[in-house]
């Protein structure tokens, strides 16, 4: 018999992994999904040092050190979600991709730290 819970945590850390290695291998693509304009070569590596490097960290590090690495990656999607909630109505950025986007972030907190 599976384990739901599991399931869903793995789906977290794979789509926090996945985001990193979209970052790293591709960071142009990086524009479209957080709205940021990348320049030039500087912020290429800043958004494949922290879109890239720091996600796939966060991604891989509870898959070795369990449930404490859960914890904190759910309560930073938490934390994540909380600033951005309020950021839509302060930024008046009430784009369909943010609310994706917090959408995504709450079920990743969710997942992280339910149970």
């Given at each position: 018999?599976?384990?739901?819970?599991?399931?869903?945590?793995?789906?977290?850390?794979?789509?926090?992994?996945?985001?990193?290695?979209?970052?790293?291998f591709n960071p142009?693509?990086?524009?479209?999904?957080?709205?940021?304009?990348?320049?030039?070569?500087?912020?290429?590596?800043?958004?494949?040092?922290?879109?890239?490097?720091?996600?796939?960290?966060?991604?891989?590090?509870?898959?070795?050190?369990?449930?404490?690495?859960?914890?904190?990656?759910?309560?930073?999607?938490?934390?994540?979600?909380?600033?951005?909630?309020?950021?839509?109505?302060?930024?008046?950025?009430?784009?369909?991709?943010?609310?994706?986007?917090?959408?995504?972030?709450?079920?990743?907190?969710?997942?992280?730290?339910?149970?």
């Open positions: 018999m599976f384990n739901i819970l599991a399931i869903l945590r793995t789906i977290a850390l794979v789509g926090t992994i996945g985001t990193g290695l979209l970052a790293l142009n693509a990086a524009q479209g999904f957080t709205g940021l304009s990348i320049p030039g070569g500087r912020g290429k590596t800043e958004v494949r040092a922290i879109f890239g490097g720091l996600f796939i960290a966060l991604g891989l590090v509870p898959f070795f050190l369990g449930t404490p690495a859960f914890q904190m990656l759910g309560f930073a999607y938490l934390g994540i979600a909380v600033v951005r909630l309020l950021a839509i109505f302060i930024d008046r950025s009430s784009v369909q991709s943010n609310w994706i986007s917090l959408v995504i972030e709450i079920l990743f907190a969710i997942f992280l730290l339910v149970g």
